[in-house]
């Protein structure tokens, strides 16, 4: 696949994995508990600047922390394929059927239990201090939840048919990008964020009927290989940015 493309789509799945029915409605209590503001104080504080200072800082380094987390995954799992190159292929072709599978779970097509099981790690109180978010961001990326695991688990299944750790690091960290940028634009706009979010949560049942089309379109193109042909055609076209 070409790396252009490769990054897009993990960019692509980071925001998919934002908007996941089980992430978006718990962000305003994500942002609340890592600062150490309340609600109150978020959406109606006086001191805006001195809220706004707090909310940046601690945001970047929750972003932080589970960026480090899934960036480590991405790396580990390109390391891993890398030995096992002489079965590239076969990896290639079991992982887009895998992908295929999360795609039909998500749409609720197809009961996985062990994808309905969540590993958590929880704090009875956050660790104080920007580090405590990004100790908490490390958490978050850990015990991320059943609906976020297949699209993540995509983008590593991926990464670990590139047999290039460069490459892994390059697809999670877009992937991070992906998820930590409209977290800390949703943070910075609260208000904004929660008026929006009464409009787009009547549209939970489309968010997963997307994102598992786009889970079970990625799998068929990586199981077939047809990334590769895709690619070439579009640099025929001439498309410039997709020149790596």
Same mark, same amino acid.
């Given at each position: 696949?070409?790396?252009?493309?490769?990054?897009?789509?993990?960019?692509?799945?980071?925001?998919?994995?934002?908007?996941?029915?089980?992430?978006?409605?718990?962000?305003?209590?994500?942002?609340?508990?890592?600062?150490?503001?309340?609600?109150?104080?978020?959406?109606?504080?006086?001191?805006?600047?001195?809220?706004?200072?707090?909310?940046?800082?601690?945001?970047?380094?929750?972003?932080?922390?589970?960026?480090?987390?899934?960036?480590?995954?991405?790396?580990?799992?390109?390391?891993?394929?890398?030995?096992?190159?002489?079965?590239?292929?076969? $990896? !290639? +072709?079991?992982?887009?059927?895998?992908? &295929?599978?999360? *795609?039909?779970?998500?749409?609720?097509?197809?009961? =996985?239990? %062990?994808?309905?099981?969540?590993?958590?790690?929880?704090?009875?109180?956050?660790?104080?201090?920007?580090?405590?978010?990004?100790?908490?961001?490390?958490?978050?990326?850990?015990?991320?939840?059943?609906?976020?695991?297949?699209?993540?688990?995509?983008?590593?299944?991926?990464?670990?048919?590139?047999?290039?750790?460069?490459?892994?690091?390059?697809?999670?960290?877009?992937?991070?990008?992906?998820?930590?940028?409209?977290?800390?634009?949703?943070?910075?706009?609260?208000?904004?964020?929660?008026?929006?979010?009464?409009? $787009? !949560? +009547?549209?939970?049942?489309?968010?997963? &009927?997307?994102? *598992?089309?786009?889970?079970?379109?990625?799998?068929? =193109?990586? %199981?077939?290989?047809?990334?590769?042909?895709?690619?070439?055609?579009?640099?025929?076209?001439?498309?410039?940015?997709?020149?790596?």
């Amino acid at each position: 696949m070409d790396a252009n493309i490769s990054v897009f789509i993990a960019f692509g799945a980071g925001f998919l994995s934002f908007i996941a029915p089980c992430v978006l409605p718990l962000l305003p209590s994500y942002i609340s508990y890592i600062t150490g503001l309340s609600f109150q104080e978020l959406t109606e504080g006086i001191d805006r600047r001195r809220i706004r200072i707090i909310t940046i800082k601690h945001s970047l380094f929750f972003i932080a922390g589970f960026s480090t987390v899934f960036i480590l995954m991405g790396a580990s799992s390109s390391f891993a394929g890398k030995i096992l190159l002489d079965y590239q292929n076969v $990896i !290639r +072709k079991a992982g887009g059927i895998l992908i &295929i599978l999360f *795609g039909l779970y998500i749409m609720g097509l197809l009961r =996985l239990n %062990f994808l309905g099981r969540e590993a958590k790690i929880s704090f009875a109180r956050k660790p104080s201090g920007v580090w405590g978010s990004f100790l908490v961001g490390n958490a978050f990326a850990v015990g991320w939840t059943a609906c976020v695991g297949p699209i993540l688990g995509t983008i590593l299944l991926y990464a670990g048919t590139t047999g290039s750790v460069g490459q892994g690091v390059k697809l999670l960290a877009a992937y991070s990008f992906g998820l930590g940028l409209p977290f800390f634009i949703a943070s910075l706009s609260i208000n904004s964020f929660l008026a929006r979010f009464k409009k $787009i !949560r +009547k549209y939970t049942r489309l968010i997963q &009927i997307i994102s *598992g089309i786009f889970l079970v379109a990625v799998g068929v =193109l990586i %199981f077939t290989n047809y990334f590769s042909i895709l690619s070439s055609y579009l640099q025929s076209r001439g498309i410039g940015w997709m020149r790596g």
